[in-house]
């Protein structure tokens, strides 16, 4: 008596590796910048990563239903989306305003393209651009509890006031939830680059240009440079946003070319936009060339020769 | 140029390493396929109720790219049937009834050979295919007419598992020893490079003494990357030559053996004894007690599996060769065949059944394909039927290694697709050549 064997394809093994792990591998790298976000603006701001956590998955979840698509929300991108999101929004905005833009993310940019993969550019880092034009709710960031500041350290530092080096870096300034505690993103950033989830080159190649590029602007004050690198989103955007899978490129040259292209156009509006901040701006940008980076530092096939 | 070859880092899970081989007891019947070898399959020599003997011819054609069959036990042919290869094809294949005896065919004798001619004819006679598990007709290699300046010697076993490369280094160094002599005699090699992953020791200290006794000869001690065993990743890594896209080692100089091969080739010189018989790694979660065992040509792998203890859990799925490029086989009837350098039988648990999800386009496939081929443009082309974007993208390059398909977090079918989009060239190719 013969029982039925299982026929595959090579390979017969995997490593395990999935879509979900990598996903809850970042919701992790976020904890220390959404409990920091929590201490530093209040109860408020759990409100905020609450309502765009739910109504992205909710949102993806009742999509699939309707389209009659398999289900996603396993993979817990859409909460990823979600989270990311609030860690933007200053802890004051308007929740409904953060529910129709959590609904932007996961509708418009994500699923109506064929949903996690197939988004051109990055969900959570579009709806923050739509609602910073739809909402003026948004222009006007939250600050700390205990501060009397009345404008966040990138408005300051352009009107020349000082700004104490360790505010930015404990993230007691005013901004977005998750982009002022410039300690809990690099542990989080550190964390996805010892997981291997990200490689250096993008958050490098990022921070590096902004940094250098605002040094040379500043007359190479190297202190304010640094402060204007820990000031507004630029960390969480550079580990987090920046280095989105779907909509940024896969070779390291790719990698390194993007980062640099964010930094610059990242400083570019910081300096003369009408916007203080352009980190999201400079994302979106690059993530709309990204196809081409991408075709044109394709790594060579061996043996390939010209052609 | 100097370019990196890129691989992945894998449990080698090499649980029969350092154990001696065993011969399996004289089955009572074996099932031998007339195709064991890429090229045409041979012809049956024999009829119903003829009695061969060990080595007797029973399959040939002289003409076509193939290679002879032989008898791997003593006995009677009692039916000459057809079964269902790996491929897919429908072969012939020859039933033999055992006797028990094991007795050799009288007209086995030791081979003349005068001439580089000779020796092409003895290794065609020999009956040697690859026997890393591509199961190529060896003689071919060496008819092209190009001079050979390097004899590879495949021994980097770099799937998981296996250990009957190592194995047969350690306990036939002689036999590889009288092929290498041979071969660099007639061919005028001017170079013996033997290939092997680090951490075989004995193996190692084997082919290092061998290397002693050879002028010209080294072993090359690589890193333990899969898949360091691929002919192109051989020879890049061994001798520093890039074999471009659609070429053969020959043309660059190179004509690359697997280990086991080399020692068949040996014992045809010395014996005349053709190929009957394997070494083979059986092993695998669900084998109570894994072994090395020698087993003739044609024995049914549950023969080998009885003979490991049998089955500690119900295998969820059987294989010939590794995990990483085997293929499974639908019952454990199929024989043992001339290319089976190992059989697994493995767990549920152990393999995977993956549910395919969207591309996140991580690029990890990419990342890590040793020979930087883009397995989502391969698929992108094969869904258009488009062959000539999907030889741009490098389906001919690529060696189905699995290197994309393993570390594939949303768990796409890349090798299979590949596999697919071959084909496709392979059709478009045969229009175009009209």
Redesign the interface.
């Known amino acids: 008596m013969e029982n039925k064997l299982h026929i595959s394809v090579s390979p017969h093994i995997h490593s395990k590796r999935s879509t979900q792990k990598i996903m809850l591998d970042v919701l992790i790298a976020l904890l220390p910048t959404t409990i920091a976000g929590a201490v530093i603006f209040g109860v408020s701001s759990l409100a905020v990563v609450a309502v765009c956590v739910a109504a992205c998955v909710l949102s993806e979840l009742l999509f699939n239903i309707i389209v009659k698509k398999q289900q996603t929300i396993g993979d817990l991108s859409a909460a990823v989306t979600g989270l990311l999101l609030a860690l933007n929004l200053p802890a004051n905005v308007p929740l409904w305003q953060a529910a129709v833009g959590s609904l932007f993310a996961i509708i418009i940019v994500k699923c109506i393209f064929g949903g996690i993969g197939r988004n051109v550019v990055n969900p959570a880092i579009t709806a923050r651009v739509f609602m910073l034009v739809a909402f003026s709710s948004l222009t006007s960031a939250a600050f700390p509890l205990d501060s009397t500041a009345g404008a966040t350290p990138l408005v300051d530092l352009a009107e020349g006031n000082a700004v104490e080096l360790k505010d930015l870096l404990l993230g007691n300034v005013g901004g977005a939830i998750g982009e002022t505690c410039a300690v809990a993103l690099l542990l989080g950033g550190v964390y996805l680059l010892i997981k291997r989830v990200i490689t250096w080159h993008i958050p490098v190649a990022f921070i590096g240009t902004t940094f250098l590029f605002t040094l040379v602007l500043k007359d190479f004050d190297a202190m304010l440079a640094l402060s204007l690198v820990l000031s507004g989103g630029l960390i969480l955007g550079a580990f987090f946003m920046a280095t989105d899978y779907v909509t940024s490129p896969t070779t390291p040259l790719g990698k390194i070319i993007f980062g640099i292209g964010a930094g610059l156009i990242t400083v570019l509006i910081r300096e003369w936009g009408i916007y203080p901040e352009g980190v999201s701006f400079a994302i979106l940008i690059m993530n709309i060339l990204n196809p081409y980076i991408d075709s044109l530092t394709a790594r060579k096939l061996f043996g390939g020769g010209k052609k | 140029m100097a370019?990196k070859?890129h691989g992945?880092k894998l449990r080698d899970r090499k649980t029969t390493e350092g154990m001696p081989s065993v011969r399996i007891p004289v089955p009572e019947t074996v099932t031998i396929p007339t195709s064991m070898h890429i090229g045409k399959p041979v012809t049956p020599v024999v009829k119903v109720g003829d009695l061969v003997k060990v080595g007797t011819l029973i399959a040939e054609d002289a003409t076509a790219l193939s290679a002879p069959v032989y008898s791997s036990i003593s006995g009677k042919v009692s039916k000459i049937t057809e079964i269902t290869i790996s491929n897919g094809n429908v072969v012939q294949a020859i039933v033999i009834q055992s006797d028990g005896e094991m007795t050799v065919d009288e007209n086995i004798k030791k081979p003349e050979i005068n001439s580089k001619d000779d020796l092409i004819s003895a290794i065609k006679k020999s009956g040697m295919v690859g026997l890393g598990g591509a199961g190529f007709p060896t003689y071919a290699k060496f008819t092209s007419g190009k001079p050979i300046e390097t004899l590879l010697i495949n021994g980097a076993e770099c799937e998981?598992f296996i250990t009957s490369d190592s194995t047969t280094m350690v306990e036939r160094a002689d036999d590889i020893k009288t092929a290498i002599e041979s071969l660099v005699k007639y061919f005028e090699v001017k170079e013996v490079v033997l290939g092997i992953e680090k951490g075989k020791g004995e193996a190692i200290r084997k082919m290092e003494e061998l290397a002693s006794q050879i002028p010209n000869m080294k072993v090359k001690i690589l890193p333990k990357i899969y898949p360091q065993g691929g002919e192109?990743v051989l020879v890049?890594h061994s001798t520093g030559k890039?074999?471009?896209?659609g070429?053969l080692p020959i043309d660059v100089g190179c004509v690359v053996i697997n280990c086991s091969t080399m020692a068949g080739i040996g014992k045809y010189i010395l014996t005349g004894m053709p190929l009957v018989e394997r070494c083979i790694t059986v092993d695998g979660g669900a084998v109570k007690e894994p072994k090395i065992v020698i087993a003739p040509v044609g024995t049914p792998l549950k023969c080998l599996f009885d003979f490991c203890g049998g089955f500690k859990e119900?295998?969820?799925?059987?294989?010939y060769g590794g995990?990483?490029?085997?293929?499974?086989?639908?019952?454990?009837?199929v024989p043992v065949l001339k290319q089976t350098n190992a059989i697994l039988a493995?767990t549920e648990k152990?393999?995977?059944?993956?549910k395919e999800?969207?591309?996140?386009?991580?690029?990890?496939c990419?990342?890590n394909?040793?020979?930087?081929?883009?397995a989502p443009a391969i698929t992108k082309a094969y869904k258009a039927k488009d062959a000539e974007a999907a030889i741009?993208a490098?389906a001919e390059?690529c060696m189905?290694c699995?290197c994309c398909?393993?570390?594939?977090?949303?768990?796409r079918?890349l090798?299979?697709t590949n596999?697919l989009a071959k084909a496709l060239v392979r059709d478009y190719r045969a229009k175009e050549a009209k």
């Open positions: 370019f070859l992945i998981p192109k890049y890039v074999i471009p896209v070429k119900e295998p969820f799925s059987v294989l995990p990483m490029m085997g293929i499974s086989v639908p019952d454990t009837s493995l152990e393999t995977h059944v993956p999800t969207n591309c996140i386009r991580c690029g990890t990419v990342t394909c040793p020979f930087g081929i883009s741009k490098g390059l189905e699995g398909s393993y570390n594939c977090p949303a768990n079918p090798v299979q596999k």
